[in-house]
C-alpha cells in the first residue's frame, strides 16, 4: 500500500510533564492542551503552521525524543507497516495500541525513529 504523508507531529518524550506543561504555556506561550487516555496525561498543541507538539511523560535516551509522528488519515496502518517492512524499512515497533488509536515505529536508512499512528476509529486494514 502506497502511503504519501499529510500531516505530521513532533513528539517529545519528557521527564517531567508537569514542567514542561508549565514551561511551553508560560515561556513559549504556546497553549498546551492536557489529553487524557495514558498515564499521566500528555500535553498536545499546534503551531499556527499546523504542526502538533506532542509531550509524553515517559523515560528516553538521547535520539529517541523528540521523534517526527504521521499521520495516517485514510486507514490502512498494517498495510503500510507490511508494505514498509517489504521494502527492507526497520520496524522497531509493530503496529500496536496507542492513546486514541494504533501506532508503529521504523527507522529511516540513517536510523532516525519515525512512526505512524491512526486514530482507532479507522481501520487497520483495508484489504477485503
Excluded: C, H
Aim: glycine share 10%; net charge negative; hydrophobic share 40%.
Amino acid at each position: 500500500m502506497s502511503f504519501k504523508p499529510k500531516s505530521a507531529s513532533v513528539v517529545f518524550y519528557v521527564a517531567d510533564i508537569a514542567r514542561t506543561e508549565k514551561f511551553y504555556n508560560e515561556t513559549m506561550r504556546l497553549s498546551l492542551e492536557r489529553m487524557e487516555g495514558a498515564e499521566p496525561y500528555w500535553l498536545q498543541g499546534s503551531l499556527d503552521n499546523g504542526l502538533d507538539l506532542i509531550f509524553f511523560q515517559m523515560p528516553a535516551r538521547r535520539g529517541e525524543s523528540p521523534a517526527i509522528v504521521f499521520t495516517v488519515d485514510e486507514g490502512g496502518i498494517d498495510d503500510i507497516v507490511a508494505d514498509l517492512a517489504a521494502k527492507g524499512v526497520t520496524i522497531v515497533t509493530p503496529v500496536s495500541e496507542a492513546p486514541g488509536g494504533w501506532s508503529a515505529d521504523f527507522l529511516d536508512p540513517d536510523g532516525f525513529g519515525l512512526g505512524l499512528w491512526q486514530s482507532g476509529g479507522l481501520p487497520r486494514t483495508l484489504k477485503p
